[in-house]
């Protein structure tokens, strides 16, 4: 019985958990920080006020509970896209590949909708009005994917110097953000609007291949 009990309890806490932090995020996305309380997080979650610090310490850690939703596993899977090249049999790294599936998983991980909608509102109210850790971004996104991508570089490119490797990867990623926001304002835009054609995969490869002849010219190769 007492691990029935126990089984139970854990899938209640997971439950309850779930509720606020899909609660908090929508709200946080609606009325920002500050516009949200505890309560009003609680009494829409259909939980406790004291289950917010039980669970997160407080509505700071709630809030950066909820951007852990969204970026740790976007975070993964550009790590995850960069190992896959990475880890090919007899040491065939390809310059070329290995900023495609970088390329191809940070678009795709930020045109999700059904996700993204959400992220672009948590962002555009945290440059209005931060509340997150000064650092948070920079230790637990920028600094490990930047990482992953410095040492798959010098693999992939032994005669690249190192001090290049960082407007390298900074270029790459501006590339892909514009993109990505190219990409939501084209499809945002209305039928009304006379546009070209938008392609990402088209764009991909021209970023891929612009990028690519970007970092031979540095090797002289």
């Not at 993109?179 to 835009?189: A, D, G, P, Q, R």
Request: net charge negative.
């Amino acid at each position: 019985m007492a691990l029935d009990d126990s089984k139970s309890n854990a899938g209640s806490d997971k439950s309850v958990k779930g509720r606020l932090l899909d609660t908090a995020e929508g709200l946080f996305c609606e009325r920002g920080f500050k516009g949200t309380s505890i309560r009003d997080i609680a009494a829409s979650a259909g939980c406790n006020i004291a289950s917010v610090n039980y669970y997160f310490g407080s509505k700071e850690g709630l809030y950066e509970e909820v951007w852990h939703r969204h970026l740790i596993p976007m975070r993964d899977s550009r790590i995850a896209s960069i190992n896959k090249v990475m880890s090919r049999a007899e040491g065939r790294h390809n310059l070329e590949d290995l900023l495609r599936s970088f390329a191809d998983t940070f678009v795709g991980s930020m045109v999700d909708t059904s996700k993204t909608s959400r992220l672009s509102k948590l962002m555009a109210r945290e440059y209005i009005d931060s509340h997150l850790p000064t650092d948070m971004f920079v230790n637990e996104v920028m600094t490990p994917t930047i990482s992953a991508m410095h040492r798959a570089l010098m693999k992939t490119c032994p005669d690249l110097d190192e001090s290049k490797v960082l407007p390298i990867v900074f270029s790459v990623i501006g590339q892909l953000v514009h993109l990505v926001h190219i990409k939501t304002m084209f499809e945002h835009s209305g039928d009304d609007l006379s546009l070209p054609i938008f392609d990402s995969n088209e764009i991909i490869e021209h970023i891929v291949k612009f990028s690519a002849a970007g970092i031979r010219a540095y090797t002289g190769k």
